[in-house]
């Protein structure tokens, strides 16, 4: 834990080494610092694969960093173009915009040892960011399955992406995804389709007379409409029904965090495996331990 507080400190004090060093410590230990503040907002990017998440995330981060905002920027997709930040940055550079460079920092997170292990280290991952004065934290997600919902609940605001493909569309309608986005965008819209796409999910969110919220075409090839995204995400009010899904998730994932690093997670696995000891004794174990200040 010592080396994570010192980590913090130089993080703090801008030292971006530093601070790749504790995001690794997190990610491999489940330590968190205990931190309060939060000077910044997340946004999660969800979408299909595919779907141009990652190239509009690269536009939305010249937008802001060039307005002063420092914003980071977690992979959670291996195959991100994103990953590594080299391909961003080799971009900014070749336009001459250095000096952006200075308010971007991109980091892939790997996906962790199970499925779903992410949504534990994200937390406190974004929050030790935020911590560091990155204002804005962008988290691009795999795409599919069941953890983009924990992912979801974790973040402040979720954009959803999505392409001119009636087939994406239907598919994020079917999980449950539409339902808890804040801002859509149709993405391809120098591509036929696009329009009628976002057409598609206007009206079909204009069934519930109280859902006002913004289905925005872009093109993150050409870069339009990324300003008018940008502005949209900064004003989106954070949907109501999500508030409560947050808080629980956040607690489930400190817990699950405050489980995976305890000093004997081993030794109790151990133990019920073999069969000494019951699946409530082992939360038995593990609770008071955490309340003696023991983990
Ligand atoms: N025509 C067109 N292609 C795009 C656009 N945005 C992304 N793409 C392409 O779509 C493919 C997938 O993009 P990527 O950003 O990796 O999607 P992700 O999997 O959702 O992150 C790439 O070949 C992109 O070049 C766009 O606005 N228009
Ligand atoms: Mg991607």
Redesign the pocket.
């Known amino acids: 834990m010592t080396d994570i507080s010192n980590l913090l400190e130089s993080a703090k004090l801008g030292d971006r080494r530093s601070l790749s060093m504790l995001i690794s410590a997190i990610s491999e230990s489940g330590d968190s610092p205990n931190i309060h503040s939060a000077t910044g907002w997340i946004l999660g990017v969800t979408g299909p694969?595919g779907s141009g998440?990652?190239?509009l995330?690269g536009q939305m981060v010249r937008k802001w960093a060039s307005s002063g905002e420092r914003v980071a920027v977690l992979?959670l997709?291996p195959?991100?173009?994103?990953s590594g930040g080299s391909l961003l940055a080799d971009r900014i550079r070749m336009e001459g915009e250095d000096e952006l460079l200075e308010n971007v920092f991109v980091r892939s997170i790997p996906s962790g040892k199970t499925p779903g292990a992410v949504s534990p280290i994200l937390w406190p991952i974004c929050s030790v960011l935020s911590e560091c004065g990155w204002t804005r934290i962008i988290v691009?997600t795999?795409?599919t399955g069941q953890s983009e919902f924990r992912i979801a609940a974790l973040v402040d605001r979720l954009l959803l992406v999505d392409g001119p493909d009636r087939g994406d569309i239907i598919q994020a309608e079917k999980a449950g995804i539409l339902e808890l986005a804040d801002v859509i965008a149709v993405n391809k819209s120098d591509l036929p389709g696009a329009s009628s796409a976002a057409q598609h999910i206007r009206s079909s969110l204009s069934l519930a007379s109280d859902d006002n919220r913004e289905v925005v075409l872009v093109s993150a090839k050409e870069g339009h409409g990324i300003q008018e995204l940008v502005e949209i995400i900064e004003k989106c009010e954070p949907q109501n029904t999500r508030g409560k899904m947050m808080m629980m998730e956040r607690l489930i994932s400190e817990w699950d965090s405050i489980l995976v690093s305890h000093p004997e997670i081993d030794k109790i696995i151990s133990e019920l495996c073999d069969g000494s000891i019951t699946v409530r004794e082992a939360i038995e174990i593990l609770v008071s331990s955490v309340r003696d200040g023991g983990s």
């Open positions: 694969p998440k990652s190239t995330i992979a997709d195959t991100s173009p994103l691009e795999v795409g």
